[in-house]
Structures are given as C-alpha cells and as structure tokens.
C-alpha cells in the first residue's frame, strides 16, 4: 500500500517560516493536500493541488511538490498555527492515504 | 453552507454493534463521495473507505474491509458508518468528509464533520 511520510515534530519561533515536508513514490505525480488540525477540533484544509489555498486560508500557508517530495510551508508562523499538519494523497482515484502528521509547536 | 453534522459519542461493550451518521447538507450530497476517517486516541488520521450516495458505489482500503460497512441513504442525505460486533480496539473518533472534485484528477476533503467519538469497554 502506498505510504506517505512526514517528520514528526518541528518547532519554530513565532515570525519564522516552518517547513513541514511529505514524502512517498513519485508523490510528484499525484496531486497533494495539507490539513490542519488544532488540538480538540476537527481537520480543515490548508492546501490542495500541491499549492491552492481554499477562500478563507491565509495567505502565509503555501505548497510545493516534486519528485518524491511535497512541501507546506508556513511563512511569518504565528502562535495560532500551532497544529498538527497531514499531507494526503490518492493510491488510484478513490484510495486515499495520510501522512502520519507532524505536530508543529510555536514557541 | 456546506455542513456535515454526524450523531453524537457512544459507549459500548466489546462484541455490540453500532451504526453512526454523518447528514450532509447546503450541497448536493448525492453527487459527492463521503469518506470516513478515524483517529485512535493520540494518533493520526486514517482513511477508511468511502461512498458515493448517488449509486452507493463504496470502496474500502483493505485493513477496514470486512471490520466495517459504510452506507448511505439518499433521500435523507445521510451516510452511516456500522459495526456488527465492535471492540475494544475500536474505540476512536471517527470523522466523514466530503470529497470535493477540483478538476482532472484533483480531490480535496474540504468539508469535515465534527467527529463522532466511539469508546468501547466492558
């Protein structure tokens, strides 16, 4: 089965840019979304398309994806991004898989 | 507004059988796929399986086929997710999420329900 991998942590200080990474095979074939999940809430989308942002997402979130990696990064990071952040992707059309999440600490 | 409201948490003892709702509205819900994804406590986001409410058509990844039947009911725009004989290993939230289309082969979950928590003990 298809397998995406993301670091599991990453701390930032507030005003830097964090840079949370993905990677599977050929993941730059397939199209990847980001998530974000704060603590006690339900996932909301971040990114999808490897790099559009959703009305409503500030601009700050962007995304990238080649070869065997994608990449979300948050620039001017701020207290309230403090997250847990999974990339997901598609095995065929209708299999969908998740990273393993990687919680990202502002401090 | 695009809203998914699922029921609400459930306890159960090993071996009883439960079935969880999850009613789309503000879209057209039968022409959407609606995943379900579980979080065990602690952990990460797991794609189950999902449906497409127009014909039903369901499709599962295989650690879940077999363990669980994702269903739906179009006339009241709603999809279920059932256990026949639950355990402890059960116990989760459990969110759905529609599938939205974005052209070619471009999917996102952009709308997600609030959860339904699922503890399961004796």
């Known amino acids: 089965s298809y397998e995406l991998t993301q670091p599991p942590s990453l701390s930032v200080s507030p005003g830097q840019t964090a840079t949370i990474t993905c990677s599977g095979h050929?993941?730059?074939?397939?199209?990847v979304c980001w998530y974000q999940q704060r603590p006690g809430q339900s996932p909301i989308l971040v990114i999808y398309?490897?790099?559009r942002r959703p009305s409503g997402i500030p601009e700050r979130f962007s995304g990238s994806s080649s070869g065997n990696t994608a990449t979300l990064t948050i620039s001017g990071t701020q207290a309230l991004d403090e997250s847990d952040y999974y990339c997901q992707a598609w095995d065929g059309l209708t299999s969908g898989v998740f990273g393993g999440g990687t919680k990202l600490t502002v401090l | 507004e695009v809203q998914l409201v699922q029921s609400g948490a459930e306890v159960k003892k090993p071996g009883e059988s439960l079935k969880i709702s999850c009613k789309g509205s503000g879209y057209n819900v039968a022409d959407h796929w609606i995943a379900w994804v579980r979080q065990m406590p602690g952990k990460g986001l797991e794609w189950m399986g999902m449906?497409?409410?127009?014909?039903?058509?369901?499709r599962y990844i295989p650690s879940f086929q077999g363990q669980v039947t994702i269903s739906a009911d179009r006339s009241t725009s709603t999809a279920y997710l059932q256990w026949s004989s639950l355990k402890a290993s059960d116990t989760a939230m459990y969110y759905c999420?529609?599938?939205?289309?974005?052209?070619?082969?471009?999917?996102?979950?952009?709308?997600w329900g609030q959860g339904t928590m699922v503890t399961v003990s004796s």
């Open positions: 050929n993941l730059g074939d397939n199209y």
């Open positions: 999420a529609r599938r939205g289309f974005y052209g070619g082969h471009s999917f996102a979950f952009d709308f």
């Open positions: 398309q490897n790099n």
């Open positions: 449906i497409y409410p127009a014909d039903s058509d369901t």
